[in-house]
């Protein structure tokens, strides 16, 4: 029986987990859940799932919890980020799946890896905060990192019995948004606008992400990291029915591809089940109704949060992490509608103009420039 830890339980992706645990009764069992402030879907959650460990946000939250358990259900209850780490070091073998947004998910990646757990990877700030910590601590306590965004799963399953040094290129596939095409100005589109996006459903920051290309701008440091390839071997190609969810074009030129409909359960699956593969009852693809595969460069002077995260990688150090959190942060004030659509890459580029580089940096350093970049960013959101 396999061990899970979900962070962010109560999430679009931790939900989703769940569902695939709910499937397979007999592989797996929750050790501990971690939410935000979502207490009254956590009480539901544990009353199914029944795990050891439970974190929540706040201290008010973790008492409105342990006030709706009876005291056969309660599990041992946590709080803020120290409560974390203590749900994701809660086993001694199995898998973590962290599905947190945001850096907050570093702190306890890390955590998890020094004590040598596997890591079911959905959130892509740990690698683009601390890419080359967390691959170092991994490979130094034999751990792994299971990719589970669906294009960094892809590329893992192109590349398994593959040569590292036969990769010519990764090919990452990106959907093209809600403003794909349309409007022609950007400025004036509304944050309902900016949500609905065309195929996948997801939390509300991953999906102002999509619509910026910073979602995929994010992916690609992911992927230098996960894949040890050079940024000049990533290649993005917008393409809009989200069927092939990335490739790998290899040095003789054959091409290999991962396909299946968007829905996120197909990837944290194969996570959790590597390197097996269980059968299940998703739907299939359609091959006769789908109509036709399109493909197409993408937009980086409409959309030039991608271009800004080549540049953020390119430049390394702390810079990926300060990209990063200015992006969280001007995400959080469109959202709250504080400013417009574009000045979300107008802020993240501003604060990366000022930004001093430390390169090779340590944990400490790098928190250090991801709480000056907030701060920036937010001088700017306000100004």
């Not at 040094?165 to 794909?180: C, D, E, M, W, Y």
């Not at 996120?264 to 097996?276: E, F, G, N, T, V």
Request: proline content about 6%; hydrophobic content about 45%.
């Amino acid at each position: 029986m396999r061990e899970i830890v979900i962070l962010g339980s109560t999430g679009s992706i931790g939900r989703q987990a769940l569902d695939v645990i709910r499937r397979f009764p007999d592989k797996m069992r929750i050790a501990g859940l971690a939410a935000g402030r979502n207490w009254p879907l956590l009480v539901e959650q544990i009353r199914e799932f029944h795990p050891r460990a439970v974190a929540l946000a706040g201290e008010e939250e973790a008492r409105e919890l342990e006030h709706h358990l009876v005291p056969g259900e309660l599990p041992e209850i946590f709080c803020g980020s120290e409560g974390l780490v203590a749900v994701a070091t809660s086993i001694d073998s199995g898998v973590v799946l962290n599905a947190l947004t945001g850096t907050m998910g570093l702190v306890p990646t890390v955590a998890a890896l020094q004590k040598g757990l596997d890591i079911a990877l959905a959130n892509k700030e740990t690698l683009v905060a601390a890419g080359e910590l967390v691959m170092a601590l991994a490979r130094e306590k034999g751990a792994k990192i299971l990719p589970v965004d669906s294009e960094h799963s892809a590329i893992w399953q192109c590349l398994v019995g593959q040569p590292q040094n036969r990769v010519g290129k990764i090919i990452l596939t990106a959907s093209g948004g809600p403003f794909h095409k349309e409007p022609a100005d950007l400025s004036r589109v509304t944050v309902a606008q900016a949500l609905a996006h065309p195929n996948w459903r997801m939390g509300k920051k991953i999906t102002i992400d999509s619509a910026t290309l910073m979602n995929k701008g994010l992916e690609v440091l992911e992927a230098h990291w996960l894949f040890a390839v050079d940024y000049d071997q990533i290649e993005v190609v917008v393409h809009p029915q989200s069927i092939i969810h990335s490739m790998v074009e290899f040095v003789d030129g054959s091409v290999m591809a991962q396909l299946g409909l968007p829905d996120m359960r197909l990837p944290i699956q194969y996570a959790l089940s590597y390197p097996d593969r269980w059968p299940n009852e998703l739907p299939r693809v359609n091959w006769f109704a789908l109509g036709g595969l399109t493909f197409e460069p993408p937009d980086t002077e409409r959309f030039p949060c991608l271009a800004l995260a080549y540049a953020a990688g390119r430049a390394g150090g702390t810079m990926p992490a300060v990209l990063n959190a200015a992006n969280e942060i001007a995400v959080e004030a469109f959202l709250a509608g504080g400013i417009g659509f574009t000045r979300i890459q107008q802020i993240v580029a501003g604060v990366m103009e000022e930004h001093e580089v430390v390169s090779r940096p340590v944990l400490e350093e790098i928190l250090a420039a991801d709480q000056w970049a907030r701060q920036k960013a937010l001088e700017k959101a306000r100004g």
